[in-house]
């Protein structure tokens, strides 16, 4: 879509990066945006001439999505066409809504004691993760199977009627790529790409042709195969490698050759520090065995963790959202779309300790540790994209991160920190704490951050120029002020039951007792050693087999109580025991 074609709406993409067990942090965030954006409408449609309530509109166009950050996208997405309550008064103790699925999903209906379960092990099967995802497909089929709450009937005004999502996967086949350099015969260098992404477009009717590589999802039903495919994506972009069960996925094989990359053409340095390039866009077809594919071919491939390889899937955002314009406008005279990223885990740890003897007396297990560990941050490496989104004079891509304020103390601000992002699968009370973290975040955000500054006569001007936002009649005198008092014009005002301040759960009362700790080493004991009856189980009989068996029960207690060690000492850390 050509984002010129939309004169008139503030276009938004949703870029939700991966969070492990963040993923309640970042559905309170989307749970209090969508909160936000009823209430603006009910306000604008109930009081017609109060000229305080911005009348220009926004419309959310483009999700994307990574790991966990993935499946709140999607379960966001396939929320979007019926009826649902905002999780309000989480703080003050209050029940949350059954109908919300986001917390269902995020905070009720997911935990630990889950993945320690044993429901995929046993005779006639194979050990596919260290951790039990049975659990996964349940709340998979609760999000996204037929309707079986109240649906609206028609999608949210501020919804575009072809929404765009994009969940991203490690491809673990790969896509095959055939690049001819000049001097070679007719065999070229071979390369396979396995980051990779499924595209979807949601709404009542099919789109366009522009739209026409993306798998349709018939919002009206929720049903059918595609929408298997979505649950399916769904649950491979947050498969996390080796802990979750991986996904098989099965997908048209002609959207590849479609895809378009940037390719340099033109360099110019016109000053030092200073460079412009000029891209063609390109598409590349894959080197499918066979040459060209039928229309309708489909191929089969493994799927595991988005976050992978892409855990902050920006890109994919900013260049559905900007269409054949290539580009999001970013001055503030000019700006009409921009990126919203939410990234529960902005920074990656870095051991500020480490020295060379740290490294000389690691072993092989340690390395392979260290290994794996900086895979996953120089996958999140991407300043490029993040630089932009922290200069204040760039109104197309901003970023939502957790903080708690003065309130933070010396440890993340998220409970799912611990247990270097798993911890908010110990305790419900640590995922209702971040669903409401996120929430809370999300409110100061819209009236801190997504807003266009009315601070000085150049501002006002500024967005007096700007077409969707310049017959605003108070911009020089905005009733809407920032926590610093200054002037601002939001772009999603808040409005309604969106103004009250969402209040912090205090930490101190969502600690584990010794007690819960405890309770943890039991399923643990009993998982390790069905995972080794179950992996055994298919091997021939024999002494290896009778050894491995009798060495794992005979050790499976005492691992149970270091991971049990480990996980108390982690929860210290984090001021949640």
Known sequence: MNGADTDGVFEIGLAMAGAI????????????????????????????????????????????????????AAVLAASLHEGFLPVAGLAAGQPAPTNNTLYQCWVNRIDISHFLGVLDLGPGKQVVSLL??????????????????????VARA???????????????????????????????????????????????????????????????????????????????????????????????????????????????????????????????????????????????????????????????????????DCSNPRPLELARRAVLMVDPFPEPAWD?????????????????????????AQARFKPEEVALALEEDIYSRFILTPSAGDAGGNWPAMAAASLGGFGGFLSRKFRNFDFQLGRRNCQKFLKDHFVLPLDTPQNIAAVRNNLLFGGYPR????????????????????????????????????TMTDADIAALEAPIQRRIKALAATYVAGMDQGFTRWFIKRVVNWKAAGVARELVAYIRKDLKNHALV
């Open 158 to 324: 501020y919804v575009d009627e072809h929404l765009e999502i994009f969940l991203t996967i490690a491809n673990l086949r790969g896509v095959p790529y055939s690049v001819q350099f000049r001097g070679w015969d007719t065999t070229g260098h071979e390369q396979v790409q396995h980051q990779d992404h499924v595209r979807f477009v949601l709404g009542r009717t099919p789109p366009d042709q522009s739209l026409g590589d993306g798998i349709f999802l018939n919002a009206a039903t929720r049903s059918g195969r595609n929408w298997d495919v979505f649950r399916t994506a769904a649950l491979a972009t947050g498969a996390f490698p080796v802990g979750l069960a991986p996904k098989v996925m099965t997908l048209p094989m002609a959207p590849y050759g479609k895809r378009t990359w940037d390719i340099p053409r033109e360099v110019e340095c016109p000053e030092p520090g200073k460079k412009k390039v000029k891209f063609d866009v390109v598409p590349i077809t894959p080197d499918w065995e066979g040459g060209s594919v039928e229309p309708e071919a489909e191929w089969d491939f493994m799927a595991v963790d988005g976050g992978l390889m892409n855990n902050e899937p920006f890109e994919l955002a900013r260049k559905a959202l900007a269409g054949s």
């Open 132 to 153: 039990d995802s049975t659990v996964l497909d349940g709340i998979a089929e609760y999000a996204f199977g037929p309707y079986h709450r109240q649906t609206s009937g």
């Open 352 to 376: 500020w300790k480490a020295t060379a003897d740290t490294y000389r007396d690691a072993d092989v297990v340690q390395a392979a540790k260290w290994m794996f560990s900086a895979l996953k």
């Open 475 to 510: 911009l020089a005198d905005s009733p809407y002020k920032d926590s610093k008092k200054a002037p601002v014009l939001p772009i999603i005002p808040l409005c309604g039951a969106a103004i009250p301040e969402e209040p912090l759960i205090p930490r101190e009362t969502i």
């Open 21 to 72: 067990s963040g993923g309640a942090y970042a559905a309170g965030v989307v749970d209090f945006l969508i909160q936000a954006l009823d209430e603006w409408e009910k306000a604008k449609t109930t009081h017609p001439n109060d000229d305080t309530i911005p009348r220009h509109t926004t419309r959310i166009r483009v999700l994307s999505g990574a790991s966990a950050g993935g499946m709140t």
